[in-house]
């Protein structure tokens, strides 16, 4: 069974930074296509990034190109997305989520297989 547990969620100001963190186990993943999803409240869950295990360019949402950056380490089975120039409307709960057997980056929620609990990012104007 694939878990994955993310961390680092928290308060920040407008411009600040955090980074969050995904830890995957359960099985090899080499294979699989990670994702970030967020959802604020009264909006609908929506893809931020996302990136192949096995290498390769991520892709990002406009809202958040040249901001966030989602890197992997393999070594740790961990997938992490910076968040940099935060601003009040990045407050969502953050999901990272995985695919197995992916040839290329998906962008709905509907697609991936596996889903963490998710962390609060709230930051204030």
């Known amino acids: 069974q694939v878990q994955l547990v993310e961390s680092g969620g928290g308060f920040a100001q407008a411009g600040g930074s955090l980074r969050l963190s995904c830890a995957a186990s359960g099985r090899s993943f080499s294979t699989y296509g990670v994702g970030w999803f967020r959802q604020a409240p009264g909006k609908e869950r929506e893809f931020v990034a996302g990136?192949?295990?096995?290498?390769?360019?991520?892709i990002y949402a406009d809202s958040v190109k040249g901001r966030f950056t989602i890197s992997r380490d393999n070594a740790k089975n961990t997938v992490y997305l910076q968040l940099n120039s935060l601003k009040p409307e990045d407050t969502a709960v953050y999901s990272c989520?995985?695919?197995?057997?992916?040839?290329?980056?998906?962008?709905?929620?509907?697609?991936?297989?596996?889903w963490g609990q998710g962390t609060q990012v709230t930051v204030s104007s």
């Open positions: 990136i192949m295990w096995s290498g390769g360019s991520p």
């Open positions: 989520t995985a695919r197995p057997g992916s040839k290329y980056i998906r962008t709905q929620a509907a697609e991936y297989d596996y």
